[in-house]
């Protein structure tokens, strides 16, 4: 109520302000502050630190209400103005607006009282995070007059760029690890773009598609692009805020790779509070990294400012990087906001993906097994508060791991197409039951 007068005016300046007047216009570095037309390019010239997208927030401020992005389109595409695309012409199809669930039974399991869950396992177009920053990413691409747009990718990327370049009718070229699930290859191959197979891990892979931006000129999506791709990240952030009626939640747990999806939640956030979208309040950032590949979360437990870049060996291969570029930042987001960063063993992390499947019926990928294992971990230390309004983030869809869980998981019970078959192995079946049961078994 008290911002009603507020919203009205804002209502009356929005008709006196016209759509050309932008919300972007430059590059940053983090580093050092040097700017730079916003052309494709991700370090700095000067110091080679990473740069980011400058907002005009007066302009943006001045432009948004809550009812204007609720009038919007049911996607990404809502919080058009806090996004770095300067026309109207953006690619949506359909990204964002996943569910945010409120999860009464893991809650229970856990012992916390308001847990919700962001369940990007159903984005899309190929059911992860990933199409978020690629839908960007690929409508500055356009912008920018790239005809062929390629990744270095540990998966979920590989899938988002190639579906939403063949949407585009852009060339696409990717680049991923040979080892990765057979999900994610048949999840990229199937809409016909270039696909190449390195022998080698993700570091590696981004070492040679650093090579091959400088000599072709592509549209890297996560390099050269990275500024633009790496603010679709914040829309999870918007969302979470808008979902919760327009509050913020008191901690989040997300999975790091690079580090850039939980800095960017942190910016989303910071972002509304600065347009007075929300109220102010704080947040803590629990961050989730596998064992075998947890370089910012070592850092975090050893009270270090640097990462030191490891070799990964996990089954959470789309978080598997081993020198993180926003590392970093997203430690200094940890420690600002009384957060963490934690690491799960791989045995942890399937038995997360099962939890969260038998108690909330979403299956999610490794990624998002390494999210619930850590949220169990940090409950169990006494970290989180029963009372805390807790937002865990599912960033991708178990279907496309499904070599994690083999082995781990129930089989069907097999049966002749008669009614006596059925019986006994129904009567089995019950005995099973009863046999497996123990309280708390995860
Ligand atoms: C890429 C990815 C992440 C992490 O992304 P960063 O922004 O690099 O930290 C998390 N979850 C899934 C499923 C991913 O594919
Ligand atoms: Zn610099």
């Known amino acids: ?57 007066d302009t943006i401020g001045a432009r948004v209400t809550r009812s204007s992005i609720e009038a919007g389109p049911y996607s990404i595409w809502r919080y058009r103005d806090f996004l770095p695309v300067e026309t ?47 839908s960007v990413a690929l409508s500055r691409a356009r912008e920018l007059g790239f005809t062929t747009v390629a990744c270095a990718s540990t998966g979920n990327l590989a899938n988002s760029t190639a579906a939403i370049a063949a949407h585009a009718g852009l060339d696409c070229c990717v680049f991923i690890p040979a080892d ?89 956030f910071q972002e509304f509070i600065k347009v007075g979208l929300v109220e102010e309040k704080p947040v803590r950032f629990s961050g989730a990294q596998a064992e075998g590949c947890s370089p910012i979360a070592q850092a975090f437990k050893e009270g270090r400012d640097f990462i030191a870049p490891v070799k990964p060996k996990t089954i959470a291969k789309s978080i598997a990087i081993g020198n993180p570029a926003d590392g970093i930042y997203a430690l200094e987001v940890a420690r600002q906001t009384g957060g963490e960063i934690e690491s799960v063993t791989d045995a942890e992390i399937v038995e997360a993906i099962k939890l ?63 009614l006596d078959s059925f019986v006994r192995a129904y009567e089995r079946s019950q005995t099973l039951d009863r046999l497996e049961w123990q309280p708390a078994l995860v």
């Not at 569910?99 to 177009?125: E, F, S």
């Open 356 to 418: 969260l499947a038998e108690t909330e019926g979403i299956f999610t990928e490794t990624a998002g097994g390494t999210t619930v294992a850590v949220l169990k971990k940090l409950v169990e230390a006494g970290r989180i508060a029963p009372e805390e309004t807790t937002v865990v983030y599912i960033t991708g869809n178990g279907l496309k791991t499904q070599e994690a869980v083999q082995g781990y998981v129930g089989e069907p019970f097999q049966i002749e197409a008669k």
């Open 88 to 134: 109207e012409n953006y690619i949506d199809v359909g990204t964002g607006m996943t569910p945010l669930v409120k999860a009464t039974r893991l809650a229970k399991r856990l012992g916390l009282k308001r847990l919700y869950i962001k369940n990007d396992a159903v984005n899309m177009p190929t059911l992860s995070f990933k199409d978020r920053v690629v």
């Open 180 to 268: 990765l699930e057979a999900g994610k290859i048949l999840g990229t191959v199937v809409y016909a773009p270039k696909v190449f197979a390195v022998h080698g891990n993700y570091d590696q892979v981004n070492r040679l598609c650093s090579e091959v931006a400088n000599t072709y000129g592509w549209g890297f999506v996560n390099i050269n692009l990275r500024p633009y791709y790496s603010e679709g990240s914040k829309t999870l952030g918007f969302e979470v805020v808008e979902q919760l009626g327009w509050e913020l939640p008191d901690r989040i747990v997300a999975p790091l790779a690079s580090g850039s999806l939980f800095t960017k939640i942190y910016k989303g």
């Open 1 to 57: 109520m008290v911002d009603l007068g507020l919203t009205v005016s804002k209502i009356v300046m929005t008709a006196t302000l016209t759509r050309s007047e932008k919300t972007f216009s430059l590059l940053r570095c983090k580093e050092c502050g040097a700017t730079y037309q916003p052309q494709a390019m991700h370090v700095c010239e000067k110091c080679f630190g990473p740069l980011e997208v400058v907002y005009n927030y």
